[in-house]
């Protein structure tokens, strides 16, 4: 057993529901996203699924400090403050293959929002990739990878189809 085994299903009790899918470009949509916690949740995730699943974060992350770790483990810098457009740019990155498995958090921050960002959407629409909502629930300590989701066009459909697979979930408080 690997030693992210060891330490996430015997010393921290987690366990996994659901399969990971086999396809070759996929966006993991992480709600809710509620703590620095999750981050070390996805890293244990996505060893024991030996998948190489890259995330996106505020730029302010990446600083001196914690900048190469983030980087190793898949990250890539986004700066909220300037308006550009990160869609069209992600969706470049995921159709020439340098972006294949890329994890977003819908709400884009840890504070509890009632309107989700459209960017996770956007880029799935786009780049024609199928979206998989995740949730780490804290309470019974599972990941839950639902089955993947391809966008019809219609976000307002989509997106309630999408939060009904994530609702009631425990995040940590």
Known sequence: MSLARVIFFKLMGWTIK???PDTPKLIVAVVP???????????LTRTILNKRIKFLGKKELFNPFTGLIFKFWGGIP????INKNYVETVVELINNNKINHLSIAPEGTRKKVEKWK?????IAHQSKTPI?????NYKN???ILNKVFYTSGDIEKDFRFLKDQVSG???RK
């Open 18 to 20: 659901g399969e990971y």
């Open 33 to 43: 996203h509620s703590s620095y916690f999750d981050f070390i949740v996805a890293v």
């Open 78 to 81: 986004i700066d909220r403050g």
């Open 118 to 122: 459209t960017g996770f959407y956007y």
């Open 132 to 136: 998989m909502m995740t949730s780490f």
């Open 141 to 143: 300590k599972t990941v």
């Open 169 to 171: 979930i425990d995040s």
